[in-house]
């Protein structure tokens, strides 16, 4: 008889109140680790030259519901140009969106050549936060989940389609189920830092949440790469989310 996986103990409350905790958590159970990391890491060389083509067809996709394509009305961060009034007036090719693609194209690349540690972890929270209705920020952005929901799925199938089509990976299928298996994991890392802003779970207990309790009890050598992100993060704010990362 096989020997039984030893039952690892979860403090419920502090998966509401210690990000880095629920980060280390939902990648324990999705099983992100230093293996995908390297994936990563090992797919960056192939992955950075696809950006302004990810960054461009994130922004179609968005502009072909008029209830995602609507947000892009209000006044993105840091951008002082020119905005359309209407949805038939804007366009892709609008300053702001090219603005917005800028910030996302830089952000994506962030993804598979940073430093995984600690400040990391607490951006891609944040660019969960950003995106929400919660009280603690300053934009006025609200994107509502299921239109979040629906692009991290959208992006999961078109980088998955993608990436599998690279020569270089199609010649190293071990290599290529890697890389598609880490970045996987971490569409769905990433998209618990946006869920945890818009379900109620543990809402008596996120209250509690301060900057100490963020980052107590985790060193940068702990944690894997969180990256959420090849994503969706993309839906909208992240010019403000960039500026963040990047101090």
């Given at each position: 008889m096989a020997p039984r996986t030893?039952?690892?103990n979860v403090d419920r409350d502090r998966l509401y109140t210690d990000i880095m905790y629920r980060y280390q958590y939902v990648s324990d159970f999705?099983?992100?680790?230093?293996?995908?990391?390297?994936?990563?890491k090992d797919a960056a060389p192939l992955i950075?030259?696809?950006?302004?083509?990810i960054a461009d067809a994130v922004y179609d996709r968005l502009f072909s519901f008029d209830i995602t394509k609507q947000v892009f009305l209000e006044r993105g961060a840091g951008f002082h140009g020119h905005i359309a009034k209407n949805l038939a007036e804007m366009t892709t090719e609008?300053?702001?969106?090219?603005?917005?693609?800028?910030?996302?194209?830089?952000y994506l690349?962030?993804?598979v050549t940073a430093e995984y540690d600690a400040k990391f972890v607490k951006y891609l929270d944040y660019v969960g936060k950003i995106h929400t209705n919660t009280p603690d920020k300053k934009s006025t952005i609200n994107v509502e989940y299921v239109h979040v929901n629906a692009l991290?799925?959208?992006?999961?199938?078109?980088?998955?389609?993608?990436?599998?089509?690279?020569?270089?990976?199609?010649?190293?299928?071990?290599a290529r189920g890697k890389a598609l298996a880490?970045?996987?994991?971490?569409?769905?890392?990433?998209?618990?830092?946006?869920?945890?802003?818009?379900?109620?779970?543990?809402?008596?207990?996120?209250?509690?949440?301060?900057?100490?309790?963020?980052?107590?009890?985790v060193s940068n050598?702990?944690?894997?790469?969180?990256?959420g992100a090849m994503v969706s993060v993309f839906a909208v704010g992240i010019a403000a989310g960039m500026r963040y990362a990047m101090k």
């Open positions: 030893p039952i690892k999705v099983g992100f680790d230093e293996t995908d990391i390297k994936a990563l950075a030259p696809l950006v302004p083509v609008d300053e702001q969106i090219k603005h917005r693609k800028n910030f996302l194209s830089k690349v962030k993804l991290f799925g959208w992006l999961h199938g078109f980088l998955a389609e993608t990436l599998n089509g690279l020569p270089e990976l199609q010649a190293n299928p071990a880490a970045l996987s994991k971490l569409l769905w890392i990433q998209n618990d830092f946006f869920a945890m802003y818009y379900v109620n779970d543990g809402s008596e207990l996120m209250g509690k949440k301060t900057k100490s309790s963020m980052l107590s009890g050598s702990s944690l894997a790469v969180v990256g």
